[in-house]
């Protein structure tokens, strides 16, 4: 569409729709919802890690007053419901044990539920869960992924020897072994991806309600894929169809990929519901959240990488030991594997790769897709390698990687693990993030600051990362074991005034769609964002869509959007030409008015058109009536964003205090819809990287119990530990989606890691230091100073 | 057995009688329904519960209702005036300083109340002053330049 002087409203920086009623205190979630009735459940949690529950005694919870019911697993059982939490991403000979809503006999870690008190108030059900007595039978445990595998391990499914749930490769590893054999050099590191505890600042929640009579179940959860969650219930944890469950996501705060996934808590109030015909409202504290919300990262890994004398890479050879925890989370074993292994060529032109997983139980929380979701491990892999083979070859660490950058010319680019680069071009980024961090500047600092003997050493760590996000061609997810398509879905509903209202499948929890969905329908039709509702976030509104996560709710859920207001105007365009008496191929439409080609006084706009065709008074031979579409979209490919991000730390040589003095960012999402969203999606992500690098980890004793269960003990990142980022970009449209745009999402928390890592170890390299493991707290960098 | 407390809230004068172990948060969600202000860890270490009382920034979830009797309480709901929001809520608006909106209302109480005692914070200052208020989406970016924004008068 061309430009008419008029000032695009797609990629503006207008400020987004959802905020008023946020800053006013209106937005509205799930715990802010009351129902007349509502009772309150709590969960009983085992204290133990890993242990068999010999007896259950709920009469002294259940005789107190002001409760209405205590249940186990038994109860659960003898209703008939299936009473699981499922997974729903398979691989090949995976071992999938039975995760029931509430233990059966045994507890596998901290946190795992063995019965649940409804009570009439918050209080009375809390204190009542603290006299339900289960009498447990302690068991040895086991949290390290590369201790469980051991023989003799403590095992937590008698049907899963050495705690495998799978073993999975991908990649040549002939072909690896042989680039290896003619290297100049090799590099090896193990190198260990820290577990983190997502934190999603709303902690989970669930408001249920049963209508006996219509035998229907609503659903207020916290949730980042209402329909998925409805389905995954209907079928595996209280057994209601699907179309008598509605499940809805008020305002929704933060995920981070931790509402993804289905809890037994949330199914367990559901369960409540159906059982006391009242409304049951759960919600965690913090500590429940720290303790059962999926955990993420959790990967022990040995990587290998073969050079040339000239620092070309020939090979690399990565093997990991990934915590699965307890239970197979819903979507867990895709996140070693096929959101890892696959990107562990990041942005490089790699001959040879060869990558083994073993997916490991441990007596730990379970472990799923927190907010990158196996690209920042693969991200940390390479972007490590890649510095410790400069170190070891005496080359700059942006050299190295210029020289083995995927060409500007190379795309669309196949690497040896399984992905199809579609577009790329990482120099450009690279210099810009060099540029605007002054690189050359910064070493001479580095060098004056070495050469004066200062004891506060400079460090400069970069991180050329790639990702595949904007989850995902369905055929390719199929055949790599997901049980669930991955398209998205828009139904667009064009009113007889013109102005639009949108379903769509892809819910917000923070990222802003009401306003980006509402600019790509805008600046299509012509509009203004006010003329444009969007609905998103319950099942009985809106149409099976697979909602928010693997930053895909622009490229595949924008395009859905895109292709289903693409229709509307394409049968707009056959009532203007009916209504213009021109052909059908001389008509166009721009900014709101279909004209005739070349005869510009001759037009109609989208109002008289929308009208037209609900009046239905002369449609062209055979139209139906009406202004509605709806689109699938599917997408042909993963997006594959990139950029480089440069950290420049200050490390305390005294104390091994770490200081982030700068962080810059050069980001390519594609084409951008709102550039302020884009940017803040990065802020976000960045922050959660440095978390990761530098403070955040959730630590388990060796009897498994969480030593990080509370915000004094696990180190969010606070506003004094961060400072403002540096952010710019390119654009590198995406060829094959309508909107050329790619996911920024995860971006940030998949690039930090690795660029603050790589700087303190440049800071600290002149003494002989090659890797402290994240999270990287004074003491650690201390200790290896000493 | 109730206390009968005596409460301005947003302006309004409330009497309602609370159990001993009310926490502030509560009695604000629960029994005057607003439920603007957020709980985010009943630990006070979140800060997402973070209401003004008598013109300071308290953590509502370790405040016990009867220790607000007597006092004036102000939470989000009552920032606005009119219409009219306050310079620190349309600073958040405009600069995107919110995502999810959790935190919000508690990164708006606790950084207007600094304004109060500080008219114009370096970046520096701003940062020290969230210490108390998690923010798991922006990375505060943002809300540092809120804060900035409504301290230089609004836009």
Sequence with gaps: ????????????????????????????????????????????????????????????????????????????????????????????????????????????????????????????????????????????????????????????????????????????????????????????????????????????????????????????????????????????????????????????????????????????????????????????????????????????TRAEMALDAEGR?????????????????????????????????GQYDIPAIYVHVLGVFTNTAPVDAYRGAGRPEATFVIERMMDLAAAQLGQDPAEIRRRNFVAADAFPYATQVALEYDSGNYEPALDKALEAAGYAALRTEQKSRHDAGSSKWLGIGLSSYIEACGLAPSQVAGALGAQAGLWESAKIRVHPTGTVTVYTGSSSHGQGHETTFSQIVADRLGLEVEQVEVIHGDTKEVQFGMGTYGSRSAAVGGSAIANGVDRAIEKGRRIAAHMLEAAEEDVVFDDGQYTVKGVPDQAKSWG????????????????????????????????????????????????????????????????????????????????????????EQAVYDDNGQLLTGTLMDYALPRAHMLVSFELDRTVTPCPHNPLGVKGIGEAGAIASPAAVVNAVMDAVSHRGIRNIDMPLTPEKVWRAIQ | MGHKIRVEVNGRVVEREVEAHTLL???????????????????????????????????????????????????????????????????????????????????????????????????????EALKGNVCRCTGYHNIVKAVQRAAQGGS
């Design chain 1, 313 to 345: 890479i020939l090979g690399l050879r990565v093997d990991t030991h990934a915590a699965m925890g307890a239970y197979l989370s819903t979507f867990a074993p895709a996140v070693p594997t096929y959101l890892y292994g696959t990107l562990l060529s």
């Design chain 1, 1 to 300: 569409m061309a430009d008419q002087g008029k000032a695009r409203i797609l990629g503006s920086a207008i400020k987004r729709r959802e905020d008023p009623a946020l800053i006013t205190g209106k937005g509205r979630y799930t715990d802010d919802f009351t129902l007349p009735h509502m009772t309150h459940a709590v969960i009983v949690r085992s204290p133990y890690s890993h242990a068999h529950v010999r007896s259950i005694d709920t009469a002294a919870a259940a005789a107190t007053p002001g409760v209405l019911a205590v249940y186990t697993a038994a109860d659960i059982e003898s209703s008939g419901a299936p009473g699981t939490v499922p997974t729903a991403w398979l691989l090949p000979d995976i071992k999938t044990p039975e995760h029931s809503l509430l233990a059966k006999g045994r507890v596998r870690y901290v946190g795992d539920g063995v019965a649940v008190v409804v009570g009439e108030t918050r209080q009375a059900a809390r204190a009542a869960a603290e006299l339900v007595e289960v009498d447990y039978d302690p068991l040895d445990a086991v949290v390290d992924p590369q201790k469980a595998t051991a023989e003799g391990a403590p095992q937590l499914f008698e049907d899963v020897p050495r705690n495998i749930s799978f073993d999975w490769d991908l990649g040549d590893k002939e072909k690896t072994d042989l680039g290896f054999e003619g290297a100049a050099h090799t590099v090896s590191a193990e190198l260990r991806n820290n577990r983190l505890i997502p934190h999603a600042i709303e902690p989970r929640a669930a408001l249920a309600d049963f209508d006996e009579h219509k035998g229907e179940l609503t659903l207020r959860m916290t949730t980042q894929n209402p329909h998925v969650h409805r389905l995954l219930l209907s079928l595996a944890s209280i057994g209601l169809p699907e179309h008598k469950i509605r499940v809805i996501a008020p305002e929704v705060g933060g995920g981070f990929g931790s509402k993804i996934h289905l809890y037994p808590d949330e199914a367990i109030a559901a369960w409540c519901a159906m059982q006391l015909k009242r409304p049951v409202k759960w919600v965690a504290t913090r500590s429940e959240t720290n303790l059962t919300d999926a955990h993420g990262r959790d990967h022990v």
């Design chain 1, 608 to 695: 008289d058109v929308v009208l037209a065709s609900y009046l239905a008074h002369d449609l062209p031979e055979g139209m139906e009536p009406g202004m509605e579409t709806t689109a699938f979209y599917n997408p042909s490919n993963f997006v594959y964003p990139f950029g480089t991000h440069v950290a420049v730390v200050e490390v305390d040589s005294e104390t091994g205090d770490v200081e982030l003095l700068r962080y810059i960012a050069v980001d390519d999402c594609g084409n951008v819809i709102n550039p302020m969203i884009v940017d803040g999606q990065v802020h976000g992500g960045v922050a959660q990287g440095i978390g990761q690098a530098l403070w």
């Design chain 2, 25 to 127: 948060v509560h009695f604000l969600r629960e029994d005057l329904a607003l439920t603007g202000t957020n709980v985010g860890c009943e630990t006070s270490l979140c800060g997402s519960c973070t209401v003004w009382m008598d013109g300071e920034a308290v953590k509502s979830c370790t405040q016990l209702a009867v220790q607000a009797d007597g006092t004036t309480v102000t939470t989000i709901e009552g920032m606005r005036t009119g219409d009219e929001m306050h310079p620190m809520q349309q600073a958040f608006w405009e600069e995107h300083g919110l995502q999810c909106g959790y935190c919000t209302p508690g990164m708006i109480m606790a950084t207007s109340a600094l304004l109060k005692h500080n008219s114009n914070p370096s970046e520096g200052e701003i940062r």
